[in-house]
């Protein structure tokens, strides 16, 4: 069954449009509710996390709205990241968890994500579910049996004191200057506190939220600022988070930006050396760089790629059984510690790393040489299919040919924004250039043939 509501991670779009109005996040968390509350109880409880997106105070409003009209008592938790949603679905036996944001994308977007009782994103069947509730007439609670909210203030300290956790008790972070760059988003209190209490002198960046610039010009994807405020204090490693903080990217010492992949490679690698990666296996996407599946074939480990999304990089891990895996954007997924991406206990692992080596951030970092990649987004309008054009197929044919005996071609469609994602890779990056051009000019083509 087509989805008209959840795509790739949860609901998401344009807040004050359809889906993420406030009258259908009402029916969203009613229909939620009857999902999880099928035995008549009032014990069922939800935990409710935010990003600092001024439409977020809506959303949370009306989606407590709809899950205590049909019974369940709803926790809030104000802003935190979407780990730590994660984490205290579990630890605070809900029934479920949801976070309300839109990750790395600007301020008016917005998104509601679910987590089920055991902290992973919500199955397919319980989303289909939550969809069929939803296309029908949602059944409220007895007024004797109308849930309760309260907000809970310690969630945020509960994450913190698990984040430091996932570091041997005898590792400090003393002498190291840390740059943290919050994106003005959901852990702008948490990071900086959780390095400071490790002993890190912290120089925080993106702590000054305002419900519009989240992720406007700073954060993993706009690592710039960290990375020159990281040469100029003479800072040991920069920790760029996202507006939910479940993905990073960081800056070695000498200002150089290290990407998913690399931090991939350094883990997989030390993980392995001790005896400490599931079936020497790690599982990435279509998106990660062909040298970080040679990097780790040449140490006789396994890569195994999945669709784009974190979501498929969990569900296959848990599948085969898998600790470590990841994306390139740098959601980096490590199933000893957490359920969902966490960029802010990769970071730790990673300061952790360095610790124990006592090499620089640049050592750690440059695992392998990246094959040149060359990502290009075409935007089109909702509705519109510009890869359906026949002239857009054709070009892909083409430019498949042309590309295959030195590279390889990704085309597809974003899962959270109406984009057509256009990436090849190849060691020839004159024909990489022209590849690309080609392709990407053949679907903006297409989509302004479809718009017009």
Known sequence: MARKYFGTDGIRGTANTFPITAENALRIGAAAGRHFRTDGSNGHRVVIGKDTRRSGYMIETALTAGLTSTGMNVLLLGPIPTPAVG??????????????????????????????PDGFKLSDAAEADIERILEGEIVPAQPMNIGRAKRIDSGQGRYVEYAKTTLPRATRLDGLKVVVDCANGAAYKAAPEVLWELGADVIPLGVAPNGFNINEACGSTSPETAARTVVEHGADLGICLDGDADRVILIDETGAIGDGDQIMALFASLWAEQDRLSHGTLVATVMSNLGLERFVTERGLRLERTSVGDRHVVERMREGGFNLGGEQSGHIVMTDFATTGDGLIAGLQFLGAMVESGKPASALMRNFAAVPQLLENVRFENGSDPLASQSVKTVISDQEKRISSCGRLLIRKSGTEPLIRVMAECEDEALLRDVVGEISAAVRNAASATHG
């Open 87 to 116: 984490y205290l679905t579990r630890s605070m036996r809900a029934d479920l968890g949801i976070m309300i944001s839109a990750s790395h994308n600007p301020h008016y977007d917005n998104g509601i994500k679910f987590f089920g």
